[in-house]
């Protein structure tokens, strides 16, 4: 391990918080990016990657707003030849489960000649307190589209340590890590979970698909994710990513975070708290 920096793409995000956090607390020196960072990085401006990439050793990447994107393979191959001509050795690139335009790229990134690791994710438990889905919870309601099958909800604190531990450790890179929760919940089964910890119920609305991308416009669901999400609904929640991974054991020799040990530490957070600065009760 050499002081050369690790390239943290999406440093402000879910996962790239923590990966930049386990790495400080390290004392690994880190250079986090993002659109709004010096320098800069853009996914989608790759003459803004070459000053991120200057002097880093290995890459942590989340892409952004998601890898499944069509234009997605295209830029972690060009994202792949920089970080080989600036002398980049390891890059670990955080997927997802079952789609095929994230499996696209990330065969672009095993076939790149840098050494690599695929972080393969189910959905994140975070989605509930840290994304587009907390409103709903404060709400008290949340839509889904009708027959949304189950998912092994991942903690994202497990995904961070699985990345932080391919970065530091030689002997689990080249390989693929497929993390999930450890047990398939339905999302009745998440809003049972969220409601007993919040203290207020959370009730779940199955519509059809053309009700629900209403039901997001209504919400003000950021464009992009009204864009994308129902197709990741179609894509992922009919039964086909219903099963669990064993990625978490596999890198860190320890099983992965029950759902409800992540409720208690998004309550501990304040996520749930309806009566927050800013927030009506
Ligand atoms: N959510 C899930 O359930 C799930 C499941 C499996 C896999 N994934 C994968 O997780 C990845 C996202 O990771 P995450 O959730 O940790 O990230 P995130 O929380 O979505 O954070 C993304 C960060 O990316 C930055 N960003 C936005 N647009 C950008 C752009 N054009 N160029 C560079 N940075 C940009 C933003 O900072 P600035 O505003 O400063 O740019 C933001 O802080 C996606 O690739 C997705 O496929 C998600």
Known sequence: MTDSEILIVGAKGKTGSRVQARLTQAGIPTRGVSRSSTP??????????????????????????????????????????????????HVVLLSGRNEAGAQRAEQVLRKSGLEWNVVQASWFAQN?????????????????????????????????????????????????????????????????????????????????????IDALREQEVPDYLVALLPGLFADLFDGRSAYTAQGVREALGRPATPF??????????????RNAAGRVA
């Open 40 to 89: 800069s990085f853009d996914w989608t401006k790759p003459e803004s990657w070459p000053a991120a990439l200057e002097g880093v050793r290995a890459a942590y990447l989340t892409y952004h707003p998601d890898l499944s994107v069509p234009e997605a393979e295209g830029h972690i191959r060009k994202f792949c030849e920089m970080a080989s001509d600036a002398g980049v050795e």
């Open 260 to 273: 409800s040990q992540y409720a208690q530490k998004a309550l501990a957070s304040g996520a749930w708290n």
């Open 128 to 212: 509930f307190s840290e994304d587009f889905m907390v409103d709903s919870v404060l709400a008290g309601e949340l839509v889904i589209p009708e027959g949304t099958a189950g998912e092994p909800f991942v903690d994202i604190d497990d995904i961070a340590d699985v990345v932080v531990a391919s970065i530091l450790e030689p002997g689990l890179r080249n390989r693929l890590y497929e993390v999930t929760g450890p047990r398939v919940m339905s999302f009745a089964d998440c809003m049972a979970e969220i409601s007993k910890a919040a203290g207020y119920d959370v009730k779940l609305v199955e519509l059809p698909l053309e009700g629900y």
